[in-house]
């Protein structure tokens, strides 16, 4: 049996590629090779995944996903080159195609994905670009490999900087959200305890509603409001707030702190 895929980097996103994908059907755990340095960490992808093919160099395989901290995906990148690999896909955050092609040199067919956490629990988002050789074949190979913990969407490259502010970043703004709502039910004497276990659910039940109902944000969230309401006044409050605004703003702003970090690393 020989090895399908070997994962560059064994942090939480390779992992939780892995187990994705075993979980899924993908292949058997000795289709897949990781690569991480460091040896506590081998042995624990080791005991998680019996079978599971760990080493400390890169393994010829079918294809590889390059998944390390951005200053060290040249390195990841030669080494896959050298192991022959033939497609690559880099979800290392802020890389362009362009330095990832240069570093993988013209035997390696390139994709570049822009995942997001919600991956680590297999409820991820992610947008994939192909580079200047990259086939059909290869992105529906990225797809599939992605699908195992997420939503997979097909961009340009272009585009994968307003992917990054969106749903990259947007986590961190549902969390401040959270954070907020929780402080607020305290503030409105819930117990802490009780006012987190209400607004997580909230937060799930309401995610589940709009990805299951068929029904946009717009129509959903005027189900809620009666006329003169209790919503309708909190949603007046939050509008009063600018809170749509900052919301829109902060996906321009992390947009364009991605473009200019693909700037300086192109």
Known sequence: ??????????????????????????????????VEKVEARRRELRARFPGLVVAGDVQAADGAVVAVKPDDVEAACRAVARAGIPVALSIAAGIPLASLEAWLGGGVRAVRAMPNTPALVGAGAAAIAGGTTATDDDLAWAEALLSAVGTVVRVPEH???????LSGSGPAYVFLMAEALIDAGVLAGLPRATSSALVVQTLLGS???LAESGQGP?????????????????????????????????????AERSRSLGDTRG
């Open 1 to 34: 049996m020989g090895i399908r895929l070997t994962v560059v980097g064994g942090g939480k996103m390779g992992e939780a590629l892995v187990a994705g994908l075993l979980g899924a059907g993908w292949g058997e755990a000795a289709e897949v090779a990781v």
């Open 159 to 165: 585009l994968l900087d307003a992917v990054t502010g």
């Open 207 to 209: 995610a589940r509603l």
């Open 218 to 254: 717009e129509a959903l969230r005027a189900a809620v409001t009666s006329p003169g309401g209790t919503t309708a006044a909190g949603l007046q409050a939050l509008e009063e707030r600018a809170v749509r605004a900052a919301l829109i703003a902060a996906v321009q702003a992390a």
